[in-house]
């Protein structure tokens, strides 16, 4: 009897992933910088946060609160596009998630950075199309990321914060 209730636990397991597993490939739009105002929506189930809009002059703020006291702030432009994002939290956030297509220009740039980099400096990214900035050390983590061109007129970098 326990060998049954075993095997139908490990079906239902089974299941359970698979189901999970269509969920997250059914729904592949990725919140990320340059992604509009849907893209923050699809953060938010990818975090499994909860979401709070602040309204600026010549912005908008979507902060994501997730568990575990992380919060990630996507700012998003009067044309309805993210052109920063900033966090903090425990752990660093899924930088392929929030960068979207400029992930891959943020490794290069932190590949040809890491051989000037020792210990647990923080890692500063200044390209002309992608700012980064990040630094901290386990349960305290935080940085910020821009692409300058596509800043509204007015703002300034050090409102992403």
Same mark, same amino acid.
Request: proline share 6%; aromatic share 8%; hydrophobic share 40%.
């Given at each position: 009897?326990?060998?049954?209730?075993?095997?139908? !636990?490990?079906?239902?397991?089974?299941?359970?992933?698979? !189901? +999970?597993? &269509?969920?997250?490939?059914?729904?592949?739009?990725?919140?990320?910088?340059?992604?509009?105002?849907?893209?923050?929506?699809?953060?938010? +189930? %990818?975090?499994?946060?909860?979401?709070?809009? &602040?309204?600026? $002059?010549? %912005?908008?703020?979507? $902060?994501?609160?997730?568990?575990?006291?992380?919060?990630?702030?996507? %700012?998003?432009? @009067?044309?309805?596009?993210?052109?920063?994002?900033?966090?903090?939290?425990?752990? @660093? @956030?899924? !930088?392929?998630?929030?960068?979207?297509?400029?992930?891959?220009?943020?490794?290069?740039?932190?590949?040809?950075?890491?051989?000037?980099?020792?210990?647990?400096?923080?890692?500063?990214? $200044?390209? @002309?199309?992608?700012?980064?900035?990040?630094?901290?050390?386990?349960?305290?983590?935080?940085?910020?990321?821009?692409?300058?061109?596509?800043?509204?007129?007015?703002?300034?970098? $050090?409102?992403?914060?």
């Amino acid at each position: 009897m326990h060998k049954r209730r075993s095997h139908s !636990m490990n079906s239902k397991l089974l299941l359970a992933g698979a !189901m +999970l597993t &269509i969920f997250v490939t059914a729904f592949p739009a990725r919140a990320s910088l340059g992604g509009d105002t849907a893209s923050v929506q699809a953060d938010q +189930l %990818y975090m499994q946060g909860t979401r709070q809009t &602040i309204a600026a $002059e010549s %912005y908008t703020v979507h $902060e994501i609160q997730a568990g575990a006291g992380a919060v990630v702030r996507e %700012y998003v432009s @009067p044309a309805g596009k993210v052109f920063g994002l900033a966090w903090h939290g425990r752990w @660093p @956030p899924n !930088m392929h998630q929030l960068l979207g297509s400029y992930f891959e220009q943020y490794v290069q740039a932190a590949k040809a950075k890491s051989g000037y980099r020792r210990g647990r400096r923080p890692l500063m990214i $200044e390209q @002309p199309g992608l700012v980064v900035q990040m630094g901290g050390h386990p349960r305290a983590f935080a940085g910020m990321a821009y692409v300058p061109e596509m800043l509204p007129p007015g703002v300034r970098a $050090e409102e992403i914060q």
